[in-house]
């Protein structure tokens, strides 16, 4: 069974920086696309960023698109969301997830194969 370990939220300051990341074990981590994705409760899921399997194709969310970069490192089965210029509006929990198939943009509601519990992030203004 794949699991997924998200880690690295926090408080931070509206300006600041944060990295998340997200270990995977029970699976080979390189025939995954992973992404992550952010919510709010009693709002919408959100798509944040995805990256492909081997080649390090990306894509990101509207909201976040220059401010947040995802890296993967297949040899430590882990994927990595660093944040910066956090805004409050990017105050939500961050899930961690994978799929066998690669996409740029994943719908918000993309039912992918496995999925991470989530990290709180908080950003005060």
């Known amino acids: 069974q794949v699991q997924l370990v998200e880690s690295g939220g926090g408080l931070v300051q509206a300006g600041g920086s944060l ?9 080979t981590f390189s025939q995954y696309a992973m992404g992550w994705f952010r919510q709010v409760p009693g709002k919408e899921r959100e798509f944040v960023a995805a990256i492909s399997k081997t080649d390090g194709r990306t894509g990101y969310g509207d909201s976040v698109k220059g401010r947040f970069t995802i890296s993967r490192d297949n040899a430590k089965n882990t994927v990595g969301l660093q944040m910066n210029n956090l805004k409050p509006e990017d105050t939500a929990v961050y899930h961690c997830a994978a799929d ?14 496995y999925w991470g519990k989530g990290t709180l992030v908080t950003v005060s203004s």
């Open 100 to 113: 066998r198939f690669f996409s740029g943009k994943y719908p918000a509601n993309y039912d992918m194969d």
């Open 19 to 27: 990295r998340l990341s997200c270990v995977v074990s029970g699976g």
